[in-house]
Structures are given as C-alpha cells and as structure tokens.
C-alpha cells in the first residue's frame, strides 16, 4: 500500500495524494471517511493547493498543472507554465 504523499483540506472534503491516484474523502457517519472519487493521474503529485472551490494539482516531473473541481471532480483547465518560466528567467541578468 502507498503512502498519502500530499493532504489538502477543501471545503469539506480531504483530498489525498497516494502515488499516482488522487483521494477524496468526507466525514461519514460514525467519524468514519467516506470516499467520494478517485482521480487517476499519469505521476505522483508533487504539489497541490486550493483556490474556494477548485483544486490546482502539480505532478512530479512535469510542468503542467490541472485545476480539478471540488464539486463535480473534473479536470476544468490544463496548462504548461514552462514557456512562461523560461521567458522570466531569460530576462533576468545572471550573476
């Protein structure tokens, strides 16, 4: 069994990074967890962070980043930060 990698508290839900699956979980009744989606990903998520309702989630060893939906779970945006890094760093000067 892999470890949760990554925790994020949203809303009222706890999304869990455990390898390359993404975990979300309510109370249940009892103090219990309730298991509301699984999300596969291609990689392990290397970092993740939440905007209200939305989930922005990073995977290791790539430059793309997903805005996920904390409702319906969906992928609602994809993009590649790299060009836009790539252009700040090559206009600052080096020491």
Do not use: H
Not at 72 to 84: G, N, S
């Amino acid at each position: 069994m892999n470890p949760v990698t990554r925790m994020l508290v949203v809303g009222r839900s706890i999304w869990c990074a455990v390898g390359a699956t993404v975990k979300v979980y309510r109370e249940g009744s009892g103090g219990t967890l309730e298991l509301l989606q699984s999300l596969q990903m291609e990689k392990g998520v290397s970092c993740a962070a939440t905007i209200e309702d939305d989930v922005w989630v990073a995977l290791q060893g790539s430059s793309v980043v997903r805005l996920y939906s904390n409702i319906t779970y969906e992928c609602l945006f994809e993009t590649d930060v790299a060009p836009e890094v790539s252009k700040v760093l090559a206009g600052k000067p080096r020491k």
